[in-house]
């Protein structure tokens, strides 16, 4: 935690800019919660170039403040702006679902790319949507597909729900555990289910966010088997079913879907060159 003084009233954006880094937070993390503290659009980084000089209210500068010592006790910047950007869409996040990771946009280009131009109408469902993000995204890229989005929480639901009315996205919403009590068939099922080891101590640092979001079993593997073990009754025949995992577990993964029965399976890499997805089809 930062013991730098705060600014004095009157200091410019540049020296709030300065001050908000040297204390920890990343150069981009400064510029949106300083964009927040002035009530501004988080895309309006340009205005900040543009008024570097200018003086900063004291009311903004404690807002700034406050959020910076927020942001350095491990809080996402989305929750502390409640604004993610997601694959083009502007979502409404808080404590109540994972922030949206940008690795996640992954799985969406894959769904997408499953799809060909997107005419066809698939029937499209999203495991643990949290904040909607997978779901959202695919709606609002494919109008044509009907898109379901399922969460065991009833409060990650209503983010969900409240970006789909906000952004007009007509996505259906169920509460359920996985796809227990759905009847499909689907032609493709996606998921970003909680993937890490139980006992990972890098979940301490991400102590903000839900850990029934994050955390599953020993390996971190309990609910991708459950997905895995239950799709194959969900999909229709030459159906897909890709999923989210860990840096490491893409070899696991895909030898889960082999065992099950689904062929073509593969993984994608992520734009770090990490196998961060990995799928099957069901052909039977």
């Known amino acids: 935690m930062s013991t730098l003084p705060a600014l004095p009233p009157g200091c410019t954006v540049t020296q709030a800019l300065a001050d908000a880094t040297r204390r920890g937070p990343a150069r981009l993390d400064a510029q949106l919660l300083l964009l927040h503290a002035l009530g501004r659009d988080p895309h309006d980084r340009a205005w900040l170039r543009a008024h570097d000089t200018d003086a900063l209210p004291a009311p903004a500068l404690a807002a700034l403040d406050a959020a910076v010592q927020r942001r350095l006790s491990g809080e996402p910047v ?11 869409l502007s979502l409404h996040v808080d ?16 769904a997408l790319d499953l799809g060909g131009d997107g005419t066809t109408p698939l029937r499209v469902v999203d495991l ?16 044509h597909w009907r898109v379901t989005a399922v969460d065991f929480s009833a409060d990650a639901l209503a983010v969900a729900q409240g970006n789909a009315h906000r952004l007009g996205l007509g996505v ?28 990972d101590p890098h979940l301490d640092a991400l102590g903000h966010e839900p850990l029934s979001a994050l955390a599953s079993g020993h390996d971190g593997l309990d609910d991708i088997r459950t997905i895995v073990a239950q799709a194959g009754t969900r999909l229709a025949s030459g159906g897909w ?4 995992h860990g840096y490491d ?7 889960l879907l082999t065992q099950a029965g689904f062929g073509e399976v ?13 799928g099957g089809r069901w052909q039977v």
């Open 78 to 88: 989305a929750y502390i702006t409640g604004v993610k950007e997601f694959y083009g």
């Open 95 to 110: 404590a109540r679902v994972l922030d949206p990771r940008d690795d996640t946009e992954t799985l969406v280009d894959w």
């Open 128 to 143: 643990g949507t949290g904040s909607g993000a997978i779901a959202l995204a695919l709606q609002h890229s494919r109008p």
């Open 172 to 199: 259906a919403f169920a509460r359920g555990s996985w796809l227990a009590g759905l009847q499909g068939p689907f032609d493709l099922i996606v998921s970003n289910p909680p993937y890490i080891p139980a006992a």
């Open 241 to 244: 079913l890709l999923l989210e």
């Open 249 to 255: 577990q893409a070899e696991a993964v895909r030898a």
């Open 266 to 278: 593969q993984s994608r890499r992520d734009l770090a060159g990490i196998e961060r997805c990995s």
